[in-house]
């Protein structure tokens, strides 16, 4: 059984690298979820972005350095818990709309150093009204045997085959970014179908879709192409990406180019699906 805490202690020592916690909020496009909506600002972490789904309306919560409604009461071992383990401070599951599912990859490291990084940022008040969830899919406790089938609690393993470019480039998308998490259809319990990892689907929300990020799709695509994409927008045929990808691109371009170019080689080799 996976344990459902990370505790202070098994953390040890660590210095916060703030600039490295900035690159991992980008890389994983906190934002784009969880500033308050309407406003240009992307350091007001305030939450309350309403996300639909085929289980009800989830609305994505405050985050910023708020001692009261947001995250400026957790302790760090809290913080990596709920990113890894998809617990609350309370004990509570929280319901994967959360992508902790990719995120239990990353590095502890990174994740120490984002939340040194959050500390930072303005403290927003308000607390974020509830979930509108049908029932079942509104009791937390089922979401305890949810995890049991599909969270494994696996941090990333590079693979020694590859190269080094490869191996950043399958953590950022499969971690931090969490790519899969939008690019793959999902089963009726809400859960990535892993033989369609990458091979698009419906939106989440039900309006349109979202693209074959495979060999399917991007067969003719260079991995230049793909960095560039994740820096300006736009594609090889020179349309530009909107939607939600806009706001993707919107976070990948801070990255570095090594970090973009990482990211366009492990999606070139994925297979076809």
């Given at each position: 059984t996976i344990p459902r805490t990370v505790s202070a202690s098994a953390l040890g020592p660590h210095t916060p690298n703030i600039e490295n916690g900035r690159l991992v909020f980008y890389a994983g496009g906190c934002a784009s979820c969880h500033a308050v909506p309407k406003q240009k600002d992307e350091t007001k972490l305030g939450g309350g972005l309403a996300l639909r789904s085929p289980f009800g309306t989830f609305y994505v919560p405050n985050i910023s350095s708020d001692p009261n409604d947001g995250i400026g009461g957790w302790t760090e071992a809290q913080f990596v818990t709920a990113l890894t383990k998809g617990t609350s401070p309370q004990g509570e599951h929280l319901f994967p709309a959360f992508p902790y599912t990719?995120?239990?990859?990353?590095?502890?490291?990174?994740?120490?150093?984002?939340?040194?990084?959050?500390?930072?940022?303005?403290?927003?008040?308000?607390?974020?009204?509830?979930?509108?969830?049908?029932?079942?899919?509104?009791?937390?406790?089922?979401?305890?045997?949810?995890?049991?089938?599909f969270l494994d609690g696996e941090p990333f393993k590079p693979d020694p085959s590859k190269s080094a470019q490869w191996n950043r480039g399958a953590y950022l998308t499969n971690a931090l970014a969490h790519c899969a998490e939008c690019h793959s259809p999902r089963n009726a319990l809400g859960a990535i179908v892993e033989s369609k990892r990458f091979a698009g689907g419906p939106a989440p929300d039900g309006n349109g879709g979202v693209p074959n990020i495979t060999a399917t799709k991007l067969k003719d695509w260079k991995v230049e192409d793909i960095a560039f994409m994740l820096e300006d927008g736009q594609t090889p045929d020179s349309d530009r990406v909107g939607g939600s990808m806009g706001e993707v691109v919107r976070n990948t371009a801070h990255l570095s180019k090594d970090d973009r170019l990482a990211i366009g080689e492990y999606i070139k080799s994925l297979p076809p699906r």
């Open positions: 990719s995120y239990q990859h990353a590095s502890v490291g990174d994740l120490r150093d984002l939340f040194a990084f959050l500390k930072t940022l303005p403290a927003v008040s308000g607390k974020v009204r509830a979930h509108d969830l049908r029932f079942p899919f509104n009791i937390r406790r089922a979401v305890g045997l949810w995890k049991l089938l």
